[in-house]
Structure formats: C-alpha cells, structure tokens
C-alpha cells in the first residue's frame, strides 16, 4: 500500500509577531532614508553648494556681518581643500586642482587662509599670476596704472543708534567689472605699499572694506590650491554684534539666528536671495 502523503500547517503568526514585523521594517525604512539623504548631503556640500556665513566687515558694503552663503565649489574645479579631511586623491598629477577653471579679475572668491588652513576667508581677487599691484595713496595700481576709482553715494551705517557716513567709491578693473570699496581713513595702514608680484600658481586678494581689511597687503599671495568657490546667493542676513560671528560663539550665533526667525526685524530682508 501506497504511503498517504501527511498535511503539513504553515505557521500560524501572531497579531503581535506582525506588528513587531512591520514595526522593524519601518525602522529599516528610517534608517536608510536617513542615511541616503545624509550622503546626499555629504556629496552636496563637498562637490556642489557649501553654506558660509560672513564674520568681519572686510568686505563692506558688498557682504555685510551676518550674511549667510551659499558658495559654489565647482565654480573653478576641485582641490584637496574640497574634500572632507584634505583627502585629496589625484597626487600632484594635477596641479592642485581637478577640472579647473581659471578665476578672473573681481571675482568673489572664498579661500582657505594660507596662514592656517583652518581658517576661510573671502576676498576680493585683484591679482593674477604676474600682475604687479601696489596701493598709492589709497589708489589701487594694477600693472603700472591707476584703477579707475569714481567717488559715489556714501555708505551710512548706524552704530549704537547713530548714523555714520563713510566715503565710497567704485573701482573699475581691466576688462569693465566694476564694484564698490569703502575709504574710512584717508591715510589707512596699507594705503601705500611696496609693489607686490604674483606668482605663478598664486592671486593677490583684497577686501572690499579697504581699511578694514586683512588681506594680501598683509600677508602675501593665495596658492590656487587653496581656492574653494565663489559665492552664489545670500539666502539670509541678519543684523547681529560682530562679536557673535566670531569662533567660540557657537551657542550665541545659533541663538541670534533663533531670535532673528522669531523676530523678522533682525532679517535683512532687502538682502534675501541677492544672486552674485
């Protein structure tokens, strides 16, 4: 006689177990959401868009205390000062720089400070590889001649409720870009210099806030390795002390910028979404 083939049940699963199932998955289902859009983030921020914020008037009136960056840092190709940690991965092969394009003359660029690259700063580019540039009684020269400087509007700024007027002027380099530099003092530290030669590979930069700027006159050339980006569009600016963008002041700066959302009269807003 033929063996009767035996019934076997499946598994009978709990009301509970499919709930702690589904709950699992759920979490499985956070977990990688939150993990793939922290590596879009990532590649965001290290190939494409970085937020700065600007912490001193260096370059007043173009960039104010409190603005918030977006800077684009493909604008002139990648360096190791890109990616996280300086892992540069190309050698020397490249120069210090993949898919570069060279920056011009006025450009807005942000760089990492040569004295300690730690530190970003941004400037003004005046200087190209081989230019001579030297201040002459508060007169840019550029290659032996004058930069064309034309007194307009002054800048007002109000401290401690009083409005201060600073004298103003715009400067127009070789080529037609022009923009706007401030004079506070007729007489400033670096308003006469030595001529300085650029080097190959390196950009003398300046503020725009000449007298109030701590740039190239004083410290010497930026190498092209150190170039970030270039700023693309201020999505917020808040009127804050200039203590408050300085390091160490984390904790306060987060609360100015809570207290800037919470009161609309601390927003700049005239200066929201200007694209350079």
Known sequence: MADTPTQTKAPVQTKGQGANAKQGESWSELVKTVVYAGLIAVVIRTFLFQPFNIPSASMENTLLIG??????????GYSRYTFPFGAWPFGDSLHGRFM??????????????????STDFI??????????????????WLNGKPVPKVRVADYVETIDGEDHHVPQYRETLPGGRTYLTLDRDPDGPA?????????????????????????????GFVPRENIIGTPLVIY?????????????????????????????????????????
């Open 123 to 140: 400037k003004r580019l005046i200087g190209l590889p081989g230019d001579r540039i030297q201040m002459k009684d508060g007169v840019l």
């Open 191 to 219: 308003d006469n210099t030595d001529v300085y030669v650029v080097p190959p590979n390196h950009y003398f930069m300046m503020g725009d806030n000449r007298d109030n700027s701590y740039d190239s006159r004083f410290w």
């Open 67 to 76: 603005d918030y960056l977006f800077v684009e840092k493909f604008a002139y």
């Open 236 to 276: 917020m600016s808040i009127d804050a002390p200039e203590e408050v963008w300085e390091p160490g002041h984390i904790g306060e700066r987060f609360g100015t910028y809570l207290a800037a959302l919470i009161h609309p009269g601390e927003v700049r807003w005239r200066r929201l979404f200007h694209i350079f």
């Open 100 to 117: 570069a394009r060279a920056p011009e003359r006025g450009d807005v660029i942000v760089f990492k400070f040569p004295q300690d690259n």
